[in-house]
């Protein structure tokens, strides 16, 4: 076996990722934590400054309830997701996030992140949830406040290493196990609770960028569905495996489309000029009740879209010229305020890509578009698995204990393995958190553990004869390579092992071809999943026979092997749910409508460790008492 040194770490609360589910949890967790004595230790595979889908930094938080102006209220929130994901969300858990993620934003503003104000004080809206913000810097702050609450409770962190397995105990989750990205060492986790906030994944589906734009995605790269393996592995339920998210977004750079349509007012249209939310209005009838009601869910407007596509009306663009005129045009009488309007909508224009996708600005710059003199095109991405955003695929966790459903067997956001939490992209059905969500989601779940720690924490046995042989398992990609690596010339060409980049691009080609990627014009059906799930006998035979040169791609091993079990759990999922649910994000022809009397409900599976067999799992939709 590799030389590997074994690091053991015995600590009361793991978190698993570093994100901002984790930093929230973090920070609640070490408040409490502190008070009874525990320790809480985090791990990340990355740096926790710039880690998780906010390294870059973001120009809006989408969740701002406003309860104590009276803006809105927690249940008028459960009703914008209930709309948006077509009826199916576990509302108690979205009532829990929605009546907490205002105090999580007031404290980002403690903590000294920039939310936009008017001259009255109050905070800038974007749309009716979202804040304008200053956000390069958001993940550094979020992360400094998750740091400080660490280490004034005695907490530890450690960044770069790849949590690769969970560690059980039957059924119960006592930790985690993963190895440095540095150095050769292996990471043995003991924990009496462990959250598991570990994001979303990428690169399961093939990308729209290959060649040269290889890797470029609108999700952060780095995700690579370590929450779902994680989860699945663990034996836990899980939820909306189906609920893919497939955002339309400026084309090739990824480049965000909120502050269009929502702060400019922009409006999509196809080449010919034509309108699709307008032209295409009747095809809503087709999904009502949701399609009829406002706001139009995302994935319908993606779908009309496609319809032009369909239709040869492609390309789609984003009327960015228009927008800015008319907002311009109230300012022309006076020359001079009409050049100042237009110059501070051209940088707020460029300003939204600067804060968060860069990449976005450069293509511009490269393909010489000025945002006020001509339209841009927009595009539908390949899917993506987030269940923060619109996606809501994730683990099915415990709802919050004063709210009469039938969802409840544990401490609140605990998965149905014992010890073992989920939050932000991890848990799901509770779509629609986004970062200000996931980061009060995290705190729901950090106190919660620790209670449940004070509650039911025994000393914890771990059998260190089963960490070897997962270290053993783990490890042994690199020791294939090295036993094998010299009998051909190229070593990247090997009868005795598939590299992970080989391993990634038959994944990927599997679930564009067969599960409705961008390849396939997001269609699928019953007879193209079977024959996807057939392919999969040999993709998951072969990725026993993954190799690794390095310390690298053992992390690249690994995340492939996480996005595989992401992907399974999709196609199962999809195969289950006989109807087309989300037309936008998939459409399955061969049921292409939606069947409320049949399918409105959550479609749950669990891998049995015992067995190693997927069960199918029907569960009942319950809307929150009153809402
Ligand atoms: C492109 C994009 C734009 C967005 N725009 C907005 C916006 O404008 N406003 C808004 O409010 N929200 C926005 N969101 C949503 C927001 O970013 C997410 O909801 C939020 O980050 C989810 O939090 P999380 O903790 O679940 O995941 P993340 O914040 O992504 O964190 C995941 C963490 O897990 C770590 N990790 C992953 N695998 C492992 C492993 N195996 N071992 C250890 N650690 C691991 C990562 O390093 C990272 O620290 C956007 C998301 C994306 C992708």
Known sequence: MANFETVEVSTDLLIVGGGFAACGAATEAAYWAKKHGLKVTLVDKAALDRSGAVAMGLSAINQYVGIRDGENTAEDYVRYVRQDLMGISREDLVYNIARHVDSTVHLFEKWGLK????????????GRWQLMINGE???????????????????????RVFITAPLMEGNKCVGAVGFST????????????????????????????????????????????SSAYFTMKAGAEMTCQEVR??????????????????????????????????????????????GLAKPIPANLRNYLGMLDIDAGLGPLYMETAEAIGNIAKDYQDDPKAFKKKMKELESEAWEDFLDM????????AAQNIKPEEKHSEIAACEPYFIGSHSGASGAWVSGPEDVETPYKWGHTNMCTVEGLFAAGDASGASSHKFSSGSHAEGRIAGKSAIR?????????????????????????????????CKETTAPEINPNYILPMQFMFRLQKIMDEYAGGVTSAFKTSKSLLKRAMELFVFLK????????????????CWENIHRMWQGEAHIRTVFFREETRWPGYY??????????????????????????????IKREIVALPGV
């Not at 292996?186 to 009496?192: E, H, L, N, R, S």
């Not at 489309?257 to 009747?282: I, N, P, Q, T």
Request: charged share 30%; with cysteine; aromatic share 14%.
């Open 452 to 484: 449940y720690i004070v509650e039911n924490g025994q000393d914890l046995k771990v059998d260190m004869a089963e960490v070897d042989k997962l270290k053993a398992t783990i490890l042994a990609p690199l020791d294939l390579y090295e036993a094998h």
């Open 182 to 225: 540095r150095e050769n060492k292996f990471y043995v986790f003991k924990a009496k609770a462990t959250i598991v906030a570990a994001g979303g994944a990428v690169h399961v589906f093939r990308p729209r960028s290959v060649g040269e734009g290889f890797g470029r995605s609108w999700y952060p790269p780095f995700n690579t569905g």
């Open 541 to 556: 035979e072969d990725s026993e026979k993954l190799a690794a040169r390095d310390v690298y791609d053992l992390e690249r």
């Open 245 to 290: 998210f497939i955002p339309i977004r400026f084309k090739d750079a990824y480049g965000p489309v909120g502050a269009w349509f929502l702060l400019f007012k922009a409006r999509a249209v196809s080449a010919e000029g034509g309108e699709y939310m307008a032209v295409r209005k009747d095809e809503l009838q087709n999904w009502a009740p949701y």
């Open 357 to 364: 996708t860069i990449s976005q600005a450069h293509l511009w």
């Open 137 to 159: 810097s958001y993940k550094v702050i979020i992360a400094e406040a998750a740091k400080n609450a660490l280490a004034d409770a005695g907490g530890e962190i450690y960044e």
């Open 115 to 126: 939310i936009w104000t008017d001259e009255q004080g109050k905070y800038v809206h974007e």
């Open 587 to 616: 459409f399955r022809s061969d049921t292409p409508r939606m069947d409320e009397e049949n399918w409105h409900c959550f479609a749950n599976c669990r891998w049995d460790p015992a067995t190693g067999e997927w069960e199918m």
